[in-house]
T-cell receptor
Framework: NAGVTQTPKFQVLKTGQSMTLQCAQD?????MSWYRQDPGMGLRLIHY???????DQGEVPNGYNVSRSTTEDFPLRLLSAAPSQTSVYFC????????????FGAGTRLSVL | DQQVKQNSPSLSVQEGRISILNCDYT??????FLWYKKYPAEGPTFLIS?????DKNEDGRFTVFLNKSAKHLSLHIVPSQPGDSAVYFC?????????????FGKGTKLTVNP
């Protein structure tokens, strides 16, 4: 059971470039979310989804887009990367209405130059 | 406005002693609290949780205490082991706009010295 898988693990971008951070889970969880972790800031919610076709904004959504076409996948898109988006990104999932524990992926470390 | 606060960025204890990590929150509507543990280059992993209707939950060496009137919770690790060295995040579950969300504190880095 792979759990939550994030790719890539590391990425370096130039300002203005676009990219997609991939997240996949094999636990059939309806709820998926994206967080960013910055030094001294903890984890902050970017976007989340309670099921296929349903997404919503979190605490820091600006500069990021998401879509949820399947239960398994929840990609995070940076349309025009900025140095302020240099961070470690974590994807998480949990079943809706059952329990409160979110399961996290290993993270993607992104540097925007 | 930070709703979940971990005021100690770091904590150092000796192996075998008790580690106490603290967390304060401001939103009285939070109904569930969790502690996550994070090693470098890994994602956070769930450690222990407590419902707002309880004041204590214990799991082996780990105990979480909740004081609702003070809006304070703490994680006790007894006895502490070097493998417990990690960053610990406190998180609180709330509902906004009909959707539940977790709000995290900034984390406390625990170092257990042999």
């Amino acid at each position: 059971n792979a759990g939550v898988t994030q790719t890539p693990k590391f990425q370096v971008l130039k300002t203005g470039q676009s990219m997609t951070l991939q997240c996949a889970q094999d636990m059939n969880h309806e709820y998926m979310s994206w967080y960013r972790q910055d030094p001294g800031m903890g984890l902050r919610l970017i976007h989340y989804s309670v099921g296929a076709g349903i997404t919503d904004q979190g605490e820091v959504p600006n500069g990021y887009n998401v879509s949820r076409s399947t239960t398994e996948d929840f990609p995070l898109r940076l349309l025009s990367a900025a140095p302020s988006q240099t961070s470690v990104y974590f994807c998480a999932s949990k079943p809706v209405g059952q329990g409160n524990i979110q399961y996290f992926g290993a993270g993607t470390r992104l540097s925007v130059l | 406005d930070q709703q979940v606060k971990q005021n100690s960025p770091s904590l150092s204890v000796q192996e075998g002693r008790i580690s106490i990590l603290n967390c304060d929150y401001t939103n009285s509507m939070f109904d569930y609290f969790l502690w996550y543990k994070k090693y470098p280059a890994e994602g956070p992993t769930f450690l222990i949780s407590i419902s707002s209707i309880k004041d204590k939950n214990e799991d082996g060496r780990f105990t979480v205490f909740l004081n609702k009137s003070a809006k304070h919770l703490s994680l006790h690790i007894v006895p502490s082991q070097p493998g417990d060295s990690a960053v610990y995040f406190c998180a609180a579950r709330g509902t906004q706009g009909g959707s539940e969300k977790l709000v995290f504190g900034k984390g406390t880095k625990l170092t257990v010295n042999p």
